[in-house]
Structure formats: structure tokens, C-alpha cells
């Protein structure tokens, strides 16, 4: 049967054609696939695992750690239960999810207030320019993150390569705000110039809500950092400039590349 031609006002597309465009998709696909494996190009993930795997060289038997939240860190979450098992006495853990994760892991998990001083924390990060100021918070553990890198001497931030850019923004800001607040923090973020968009149906473990601001170049992290902060019912920002990362290790095609701030 043709399908060619119109009928009414709607178009019926050939089913050759369909079944050409398919086709021509499928081989694409399949070329693709042959150049990543030619080139050896790494999957993501896999990204994310060496630079995870990286990380554990930071890691001292005996030492209390803190533990961020994410896909990467899911990966170093596995890499220490499974290449370090029973070595470190406990972690200090960003969220609920890690905590569930780490528990799973045989990892003992303890509360910041009991465990003092951290020698490391190893958290990932959505965006990192090249003075290791970080964009985080896009799982929503801005808050709890910032305070356990607080109460770390060392940050070791865990990516792939693609999380490392020139100039912060691209991925919208997350700000955790306290949910009465909302329209009155939307407002004073609005006057920064960038668009925060409320991430709804989301609840912090803290039991507040986040607004992400899409749409800002971050030329000054130090500045804007201070300035959302001064915001009446802004719990945290997502940037950490004030307290950057120390340590960056991104994996990529080429393997891991470290970055020292
Ligand atoms: C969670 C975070 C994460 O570190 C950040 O979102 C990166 O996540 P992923 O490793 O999945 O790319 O800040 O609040």
C-alpha cells in the first residue's frame, strides 16, 4: 500500500523513507562505535571510575574519611570497599544516599560530630575551572558537602574530564533555600542577572528545596559566593571557592590527569 501524500492536513511519511532513515541511523551507530573503539575512546563511566580509582592512593589505613555523593563517588564508594576492605575506620558521609551505599559496602559510617578533624574528603563535582573553584550540588547534598570539605585538610575532587572548563556557569548554580523563603531568595538571585528555576518535587536531606540559576558566567566565584551567601534564607550555595578543591583528578581518554591547587 502507498502511505505516500496527504491526507487531510496531516502527512503520512513513506514507509520507505522511514525505513531508509532507520537504517541510515543504524549505520551510524554502528560507524560510531567502530571510530570509539579504533580510537579506544572510554565510555563515561569509566571515566569517572579510574579517576575514582585514583583517589584511593589519598586514602591512609586506620583514618576517618568523608565521603561525598554522586556517580563518580559511587564509584570510589565500591573501588574502597573493594580494594581497601576493613582498612579505614569509618566515614563521614554527605547524604542519605551515600550513607545507604556505604552501609551496603560493610563501610561504618559515623556522625561529623564524633569523628573530629578529616584527613581527606573525596567528593565529585558538575563543574571545575582551572583554580579549582567548584560548581556541586547537583545531586542536591550542596549543603552537607560543603560543611564535611570544611572539616577536611584535604579535598580531593574525583571527575571526568569533561567537568573541567574555563569559566563556571554553564551548569546552573544550585542554591538550597529554605522552603518559606523561596520567592523572597528567587528575587535577590534574579537581581544577580542569572534565571533560577526551582527544582521541584526535590527535598534536600535537609528538608529544604534548591533553586538552580541557569544562565550565569562566573568570573568572580570568590564574589558571587559571598554574595548569594549574604541572601536571607539561603542555606548554601553550590560554589566552592572559598573552599576549593585541593587536589583534581579528572579521567579521560589519556587516562588520569591531576591538578594541584
Ligand atoms: C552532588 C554533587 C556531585 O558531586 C555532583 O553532582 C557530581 O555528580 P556526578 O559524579 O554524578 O557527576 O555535587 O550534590
Redesign the pocket.
Known sequence: MNTAGALGNSYVMPAGLIDSIAMTFASSLVKMRRFADWYQLMHPEEK?KIAALAALEYVKPGSIIGI??????NHFIDLLAEKMPGEIEAAVSS?EASTERMQQQGIRVIELNDAGRLSIYV????ESNHQLHLI???????TR?KIIAAASDQFICI?DES?LVDTLGKFPLPVEVIPMARNLVWQALKGLGGNPVWREEYVTDNGNIILDIHGLRIENALELEDQINQITGVVSV?LFARRPANVLILGGDGGVQKIEG
Open positions: 569517572k561525598g555523593t554522586g556517580s563518580t563517588v547524604s567528593d565529585g563535582a558538575d556541586k550540588g547537583g545531586g542536591g547534598a550542596l558537602e571527575a567537568k553550590g
